[in-house]
Structure formats: C-alpha cells, structure tokens
C-alpha cells in the first residue's frame, strides 16, 4: 500500500488536538462518513462518532473531510492504520519505538507462518505482543478469515490476542477492528482479547486461561519495538535485564522480544517477527545470537540490508521466522534481498548454516551462497586477526567543535585570526593544534588542503594529558579564554547538562588526545573505503577512525593491504549495511580480517608494487590452501 494524501491531512491532524480521544472521535467520524456507513448496533463506534450536536468538533470534522475529499482518495482502512499510528505522541515513539508496518510485509509474515502450523486455521491461537493500533491484528484476522471462512466475530473472539503497553493503542486496536468488520457487513458488538500491559513481564499463561490449556500460542506476529538503551527509562531498562538474550552490550528493546515470543510458542508454534537486522553482527546481539544456537532454534532470516522499509525511519530491517517443531534445529536459513521480490523467494533460494558453522560471540558473516561465505571463513583463519595486531580509535570528541574549531584567515607570529558572528577573534598560536576530518580524506594531499585548527586547552604532565587550568589560561593565554567564556553557556548544556567536566572548558570526552603517533585514517561509513597515512604525530583528528601505531613502515604495509579488492570483498559481507550501497568500518566488523604473514621482504615488494591486489591476492590464496585445504575461487577479486 502506498500512502496517497497530501501533508495536508497530517498538518491539520498534528494541530488539532493531542488528546487520544479526540483525535480518535475525529478520524473515526471521517471515516464512517467517507465510507458511507450506517452503524446502528456497535456501541463502541456509536460513542466514538462525533455528531451535529457538538458543535466545535462537528466544524472540525467537516474540515477534516474537505482536506481529505479534495485529494480525490479513498480512505480505506489501510489509511486508518496510517492516520492511528502518525497520533502516537512523538514521546510515545520514542520510549515505545512505535512504528507502522506496511501491509504487503505484514501479510507475507502472517501467511508465512500459517503455511508452516499444521493446526486447521479456524483453531489458531495467535497474538501480536506489542500490538499497536493493531495492523498485525487486523492482517491475521483477515487472513484467517479467508482461509476458514468464519467470521470477523468469531475469529476476534476465539483467535486473536493483543497487548500494548499504552491503553490508546489497545483501543484503537479494538476501533480499527470494529471498524474493518462494520465495513463487511458484520454489525454487532465484539469481545476482544487485547489488553493494557507490558510484553517484558506479562504472563499470558498465567494472565489467559486459553493459552495455557493451548500450552502457549499457535502464532506470534509483530514488529517488535524499535528504542535504543539510552531513550529506555528505568523500569524498562531493568525488566530487560530479566531475559537472558539482553546480557551482552547496551540491548536494544526489539531483542528481548525473540526469546518472550519464543517462550510462549506452543510446541508447534512459529513466531514471524519484523526487525532490525543488527544482531546479525552486533555486540548487543551476541547474547541472541547464543540463546538461537544453545537452543538450536529453526530460524529464518530474509534481510533486506540497506533497504530501508520504513518511511521516515532510518531503520535496517529483516524478517525472522523461528519454529519449535522441526526437523532442522541445528539450521538458520538466510536469503539478503528487497521488498519488492518477496513474492519471489521459495525454500530453495535460502542459503542455510549449521550453527557450528557460525560464531555467536563475533558476528554471523551471512551471505546469500557458500562460495562467498568460505571466503569469509577462509580470510579470518589467514594470519592473525586485525584486532591482535591493531589499535583503532575514534577521533576527539569536544560536543561542541563549532566553538573549539576553526580555519584561521591570517596568522601572525604569536595570534590566529578568524572572525563569527560575534565578530573579529584572536587566539594564541600555542594552543592551537592541526587536526582534520578523517571521514572526508581521499587522498593524503587532503591532509594539507582540509587541515583546520582546533583549540586544545590540555597540556602534558606526568605522563598524561591534563586540562590546563583557569588560572593558568587566564595568565598564558588570555585572548583564547576571552573567546570560550562567549559559549559558557553552550559549552555547560553538553550532555545534556548533566556532566561535571574538570573545567567548563575542557572537551566533553577524553578519547584520543594523547594520540602522539602515526595514523592511517579510514571513514566509519562509506561505499568504497579511503585509506590515508600521517607522518605526523601530532595532528588530531575528529569523526571517522584511525589505526596508530609506532611504526610508519607497518602502517604502509597495512594501506596496501586494506585497500586491496580482497579487503574490499570482505568487509563488504562482513559488515553493516546502510542505504545506496553504503557500509561500516567500526572495528567490531574489521576485528576478524586475517592479516597475512609477511616477511620483511615481502613487505617492501608490496610496498612498492605497480599491482598490489594481484599480489595480495596470491598471498591470501596461497594461505588458503595451506589453512585447511580450502578451495576459494578468487575470480571476482580481480
């Protein structure tokens, strides 16, 4: 379903009100209007509907139908979903992770799974735990419906349950519902299962007797939702903790829900979910990764990469099918493709891994063919991995470079000068350093031409870095504290001010301020990765990475060596996908590349080589065949 009506509608929504029942009396009035529906017995629509008599509401009301009516669209329940879902409170959204699924993804999940349960249809107990206004809800009943011919009464009574953990969402889950069923045809008043509460410590066996006799659900479908630790509030952050799945990293909230709905499955049941795609690869996904493979779980993924299914969002999603009851435990059948050729995939498209194939603790390096995944296994067992020879760090982080960076317009002999809004600046030469933007190096001519000059109000003593204090400032360098006192204000609210720093104006973090080494700068996010090498120690540098080191020679021999097609292919696979082809380089995806070992000799060849990829490539192929006997095809290297 594509979304067909103008902003306007959603501007005049956004305005309006941000009472839940309002806004619900005024979608649900519009929509019985627009449709042309009579409601004589559901007491529930009869009550939401907004009538003549209530003049201010009415007005809007008719307001609302014009914007909708000169757009020329139908306003179908599809449309209602939208609207329920665009009123969730923006604060909702970000502590909930509220978000609507469009209707293709959410019927291939549901009719996915109902292919694989051997139970006759009309019997299904099925759920959606974080239900929202209740689109999963609604594509299960519709398809159960056409399936088993019974109807929406029954099937709300006797097959589908609900949860939510804000009492809005659970009655518009109940609104949308009705309102499906009064369209086609079916008048009455409807008994629900969908109730208030939190998916992290609900007991539906304790909470349903139903689904305890049914020793759990038959079907669990949903998008679980999508909130980050650091926007989850206490209770939250401490009810994650209780699942097993959340002890490694900072969990995001979508994890715990594949073990809470893998749980409450029967013996029979399949779980479809909609998810982000990270715990592929991700330390926070190492704990899941384990739970899937010590219980051998039947999983499938279909990911979608870079893809990016949701409008607004920018979120990287995959489907995840688990199954209890299967002949292939020991299995997670993968298959990286877009939106549009779901239709297209049958069981013979998937690529499937053994669990002792994959490590749990470093990643899943999951590929569409064998081929490419022997490569991958082939290049971490060469050498030593990156992480044992290498250290990487992030660039400096001041929370405010605007007020500590700036590129002078002319020098003297002791001052920089350069001019803001506040008008003509000097600063003291002596405690400025260069640094530059890692992530915008192409070549190592940028180092000069991007070089920018960055306050740094440190000194070094006993070994270490230390802020240079406010008397010291005021005595040695009075023109540069002069400035940063115009940003006292600015320069307290970093995070969020509710950190002590040494002094007000000491940079908000400490990392890399004593990097006095060598650098090969790469970007954290890129399409094809740059890699450019410093000889001097002192510049700094912020966003992007950097590996250091003491040694300029090993550093060139690593240039060569990470700039190679054979690199390049690896850490494509290897990594996280981003939208238009991009990838990342954090260090969690690199650790495991195998650097080959080479000899003193070797080292200056390909230092000075006219065709370096050629000849890392049989450096690696020959180590392939020396670490295991394997056979990789280094064809599309070239």
């Given amino acids: 379903m594509t979304w067909n009506m103008r902003k306007d509608v959603f501007v005049f929504l956004a305005n309006y009100s941000k009472d839940p029942t309002v806004i619900d009396r005024l979608i649900v009035s519009a929509f019985i209007v627009l449709n042309k529906m009579t409601v004589r017995k559901n007491q529930l629509i009869q009550d939401t509907i907004i009538h003549k008599s209530k003049c201010d509401e009415y007005a809007a009301l008719l307001k609302f139908i014009s914007i909708i009516e000169e757009q020329k669209v139908d306003f179908t329940v599809e449309e209602l979903i939208v609207l329920f879902e665009f009123v969730i409170s923006p604060s909702d959204k970000t502590v909930n992770g509220a978000v609507y699924t469009p209707s293709d993804i959410r019927e291939y999940i549901v009719r996915t799974s109902i292919d694989q349960l051997a139970r006759p249809t009309n019997e299904i107990l099925a759920c959606d735990f974080t239900c929202g206004c209740g689109g999963f809800l609604l594509t299960i009943a ?46 009455l008043e409807f008994d629900f299962n969908i109730s208030t509460g939190n998916a992290l410590s609900f007991n539906w066996l304790e909470e349903i007797p139903i689904i305890r006799e049914n020793e759990g659900f038959d079907l669990i479908a949903g998008n679980p939702p999508y909130v980050c630790s650091r926007h989850m509030n206490a209770e939250t ?82 489907l995840c099918f688990l199954k209890k009851e299967s002949i292939e435990h020991d299995q997670v059948k993968y298959f990286l493709t877009s939106r549009v050729n779901l239709v297209n995939l049958d069981g013979h498209t998937f690529q ?9 603790n470093s990643g899943w390096n999951l590929v569409n063919n064998i081929e490419l995944f022997n490569f991958l296994k082939a290049v971490e067992k060469v050498g030593i991995p990156f992480e044992m020879l290498y250290k990487t760090k992030n660039g400096i982080a001041t929370l405010l470079n605007d007020v500590y960076k700036f590129l002078p317009e002319k020098e003297d002999r002791k001052y920089y000068y350069f001019t803001t809004h506040q008008g003509s600046q000097k600063i003291e030469k002596a405690i400025c350093r260069d640094i530059v933007n890692s992530n915008k190096l192409k070549t190592e001519v940028d180092l000069f031409e991007q070089k920018e000059k960055i306050i740094f109000p440190y000194k070094n003593e006993n070994g270490g870095v230390v802020v240079i204090s406010e008397t010291e400032m005021k005595r040695s360098f009075p023109f540069t504290l002069e400035y940063l006192s115009n940003f006292k204000t600015e320069l307290a609210n970093r995070d969020k001010g509710k950190k002590m720093y040494p002094t007000w104006y000491a940079y908000g973090r400490r990392q890399s301020m ?26 700094l540098f912020y966003n992007g990475i950097a590996v250091v080191s003491d040694s300029l020679s090993e550093l060139k021999t690593l240039k060569c060596i990470l700039e190679s097609n054979l690199f390049y292919e690896y850490v494509k696979n290897a990594t996280k996908d981003y939208s238009s082809g991009y990838i990342s380089l954090s260090r969690n995806y690199i650790k495991n590349f195998g650097i080959i070992n080479l000899s003193a000799d070797q080292k200056a060849e390909l230092i000075i080589s006219d065709n370096p990829n050629t000849f890392i490539n049989e450096l690696y192929q020959t180590a392939f065949s020396i670490n295991g006997n394997i056979h990789v095809d280094m064809n599309f290297l070239k």
């Fill in 352 to 360: 499937r891994f053994d669990y002792s194939q994959l490590n749990a």
């Fill in 142 to 187: 519709t398809i159960i419906q056409e399936l088993s011919g019974n109807s929406l009464y029954n099937i709300y009574r006797d097959n589908i349950f609900g949860l939510d953990i804000t009492e809005y969402s659970v009655h518009r889950s109940k609104l949308l519902l009705t309102l499906y069923a009064l369209k086609n045809g079916e008048d």
């Fill in 514 to 539: 004593d990097l006095y080494k060598y650098k090969l700068f790469f970007p954290h996010i890129c399409d094809r990765p740059t890699f450019v090498l410093s000889s001097d120690p002192m510049l």
């Fill in 237 to 318: 952050r401490s009810l994650v903790d209780n699942w097993s799945v959340c002890k490694s990293g900072h969990p995001d909230l979508y994890i715990p829900f594949f073990q809470i709905g893998y749980t409450y499955l029967n013996a029979n049941g399949v779980m479809g979910l909609i998810t982000v795609n990270t715990f592929i690869k991700s330390v926070n996904g190492r704990a899941l990764r384990k739970f899937f493979s010590d219980e051998k779980i039947d999983l499938t993924i279909i990911n979608f990469g870079g893809e990016q299914i949701f409008k607004g969002r920018n979120t990287y999603t995959c």
